[in-house]
C-alpha cells in the first residue's frame, strides 16, 4: 500500500490505544495486514529503476513521490488531532509511535534496498517482504480494486479517529 493508508491506521491505533507495546505490535501487524490486501502501490521498486545516468534523478524522484504521500497522510491527521485536542502530551506520543510502527516494515524494506543488498539480512528481508508481507497481486499501476482498497482503509481510519 502507499504510505497514506498505512499513515492513517497507525494514527487510528496510536489514538485508541494507550499503551506503547500494544501500539508496536498493532502498528506493525496492521501494516502487515494491509500489504496482504490487493493495492495499488508506486509502479516501479527501488531495485527496478535502472542503474543508468538517470539512476540518481529517478531514485529522487521515487523518494519525492513517496514523501508527498506520507505529506499527504499528516495532513490529514493534523487537523483532525489539532480539532479533537489531541496535541497534546495524553495522545501525540502514542500517535506518532502508531505512525512510525506502521510504517517501519517498509521503511526498513527502503533502507535494505538503499544498501543495495549487501548484507545478508538486506537480502532476507527484501525477500521475505516481497514474498510474504506483500498480496501476490498487488497492482502496480492504479486500477479501481486497487486504488478503491486503499481510500476504504483511509476512509475507515479516518472515521476511527473522528470518533
Known amino acids: 500500500m502507499i504510505i497514506t493508508p498505512h499513515l492513517l491506521i497507525g494514527a487510528a491505533i496510536g489514538v485508541k490505544i494507550k499503551h506503547f507495546g500494544w501500539i508496536i505490535v498493532l502498528g506493525i501487524l496492521s501494516h502487515v495486514i494491509l500489504d496482504k490486501i490487493p493495492h495499488w502501490d508506486y509502479g516501479k521498486r527501488i531495485e527496478e529503476i535502472p542503474r543508468d545516468k538517470n539512476f540518481k534523478k529517478n531514485l529522487f524522484i521515487k523518494i519525492f513521490v513517496i514523501g508527498i504521500d506520507g505529506l499527504i497522510g499528516l495532513l490529514i491527521i493534523a487537523p483532525i488531532i489539532w480539532q479533537k485536542d489531541m496535541m497534546n502530551l495524553s495522545y501525540l506520543p502514542f500517535i506518532l509511535v502508531g505512525i512510525i510502527a506502521s510504517l517501519l516494515p517498509d521503511f526498513i524494506l527502503g533502507m535494505a534496498k538503499l544498501s543495495c543488498h549487501k548484507s545478508k539480512f ?37 472515521l476511527i479517529l473522528l470518533l
Do not use: D, E, M
Open 122 to 158: 538486506s537480502r532476507s528481508y527484501v525477500s521475505f517482504h516481497h514474498k510474504f508481507l506483500h498480496h501476490p497481486k498487488h497492482i502496480r499501476k492504479p486500477t479501481p480494486i486497487g486504488l478503491s482498497t486503499q481510500i476504504l482503509v483511509s476512509v475507515i481510519a479516518i
